[in-house]
């Protein structure tokens, strides 16, 4: 009839009986028992020993085919299965058995949580042990330490030494993750005074001893020395250079100079790219007839390259220098300077490292001199090392019956320290 409205059906879902319902627990049981199962399988611990000899502990998160995720004190790290070299499962602390006895009144406290103990000191952040692994490297490959040294301090830092790495901190009932391997330490020597302690501890360089012996027709005697110690604080970077060469050819002097130069450093801006510099030098040279000579000069500089196996720098400044001659007579002048530096660590092995100074007079730059220092580095044994020098100056306006360009070539055998 008109204005009534159609029937409404709704369709009600069937009850579940209790057979269907057996069935579906029975099911959710079983997927939630496989994934217990599969989680307490990941969260093994265990030990893997790599490739270079370092030795891993932590407990496996994750698995695949080609990688393994281990969490360890420092953190989740995920390690390619080309680099393990074994892998040994870490078994569970044993559980100590119940005491037999009458049923106490009151639970017992659980025996297999330990006593609180002093808070430990936080362990190194990662950002710090990359920080430290970081400035380790560049001193690795700029020939200041050895390999052996390298690989041992690399332990230490990972390990946080001195003091070994504070437990990792587990669930209760869980498996305690296996410490990793003690780096055994040398007994500290005798204390250094509290002054020079901190600033010894920050010296690295190198020293050379050269000589070159020939004797037949004519005879030849030549003896080289070089010290170079770099001083790093902060920001500040202090280097000495000292250099010593003597020697005759069939009784004839040819060679007896010395020289000293100490130059100072200091980065500026956020990226240490552009620093200021200040050098002070002096020597002398009885083959070149200069009794003695001594400069004092500043600048800017700006490090145009910056990589881990590369380093070039370009500066500029002015520099005062005077020349004082075995006649009697003497010259000073003031000189712009314009140098360029390059530490190119060619193989991980073998170093170059090389200096250009041009210094023209500012009253006449037809009166110049230049500078050049060639250094190639090679390791021998530990803190040995082979070394091939290259040092050529040439000054414009020299004294009266000396050349205007020295070249000298040098092999010595050198220490790091």
Request: net charge positive; hydrophobic share 35%; aromatic share 6%.
């Amino acid at each position: 009839m008109p204005g009534r409205l159609p029937p409404i059906r709704c369709a009600v879902a069937a009850r579940p009986t209790g057979r269907t319902l057996r069935r579906s627990r029975g099911r959710v049981a079983l997927g939630l028992l496989a994934w217990l199962l599969t989680g307490a399988a990941l969260a093994d611990t265990c030990a893997l020993e790599l490739a270079n000899g370092d030795r891993l502990t932590g407990r496996v998160v994750a698995e695949t085919q080609t990688e393994l995720v281990l969490e360890t004190a420092l953190g989740t790290i995920t390690v390619p299965k080309t680099l393990i070299r074994s892998k040994t499962p870490v078994p569970p602390a044993p559980t100590p058995p119940t005491r037999p006895g009458p049923r106490p009144v009151a639970p017992e406290p659980d025996t297999s949580v330990p006593p609180s103990k002093p808070a430990a000191p936080l362990p190194p952040s990662p950002a710090a042990i990359r920080q430290q692994l970081e400035a380790l490297t560049s001193r690795y490959r700029a020939g200041s330490i050895s390999p052996e040294d390298y690989h041992r301090r690399r332990e230490a830092i990972l390990a946080g030494a001195p003091e070994p790495p504070p437990a990792s901190v587990t669930e209760p009932g869980q498996p305690a993750p296996r410490p990793c391997r003690a780096v055994a330490l040398k007994p500290p020597g005798p204390s250094l005074p509290a002054a020079l302690g901190p600033f010894l501890q920050t010296v690295h360089g190198k020293t050379q001893v050269g000589v070159d012996l020939g004797f037949g027709t004519k005879d030849r005697q030549l003896y080289t020395g070089q010290l170079q110690a770099t001083h790093v604080l902060n920001r500040l970077q202090n280097t000495l250079d000292y250099l010593v060469a003597y020697g005759k050819a069939d009784q004839t002097l040819s060679a007896n100079r010395m020289d000293g130069a100490l130059r100072t450093t200091f980065d500026l801006g956020r990226e240490r790219r552009v620093y200021l510099f200040n050098k002070a030098a002096a020597g002398y040279d009885q083959v070149r007839k200069i009794d003695l000579s001594y400069e004092e000069g500043a600048g800017l500089g700006y490090k145009l390259v910056m990589r881990p196996n590369l380093l070039m720098t370009v500066e500029t400044g002015g520099q005062f220098h005077e020349y004082r001659y075995a006649d009697g007579t003497a010259k000073d002048s003031i000189s712009v300077t314009f140098g360029e530096s390059v530490v190119w660590k060619i193989t991980p092995k073998l170093t170059l490292t090389e200096k250009l100074q041009f210094l023209p007079d500012i009253n006449d730059f037809a009166d110049y001199r230049v500078r050049l220092d060639v250094n190639l580095s090679y390791p021998l044994w530990k803190q040995l090392t082979l070394n091939l020098n290259v040092i050529d100056l040439y000054d414009s306006r020299p004294p009266a019956d000396v050349r205007r360009n020295d070249l000298t070539l040098q092999a010595a055998v050198g220490y790091t320290f």
